[in-house]
């Protein structure tokens, strides 16, 4: 038996609000691990200032 894949389909991550809260909070914490990165690379390429960087 074959299974076709539709690619148009949503993928749920989650089935209940428990893994709703934990992958929730794991984008919150990737948000927060990646954010400092980006900002030194504008502060890096001149985006902006000093100021703005430790703001």
């Known amino acids: 038996t074959t299974t076709m894949l539709?690619?148009?389909?949503?993928?749920?991550?989650?089935?209940?609000n428990t893994e709703w809260e934990k992958y929730s909070l794991?984008?919150?914490l990737f948000g927060i691990v990646v954010a400092p990165d980006f900002l030194e690379r504008a502060y890096v390429r001149d985006s902006i200032?000093?100021?703005?960087?430790?703001?």
């Open 6 to 16: 539709s690619f148009d389909e949503d993928v749920r991550l989650y089935i209940t």
């Open 26 to 28: 794991l984008a919150t």
């Open 49 to 55: 200032t000093a100021a703005e960087r430790v703001r």
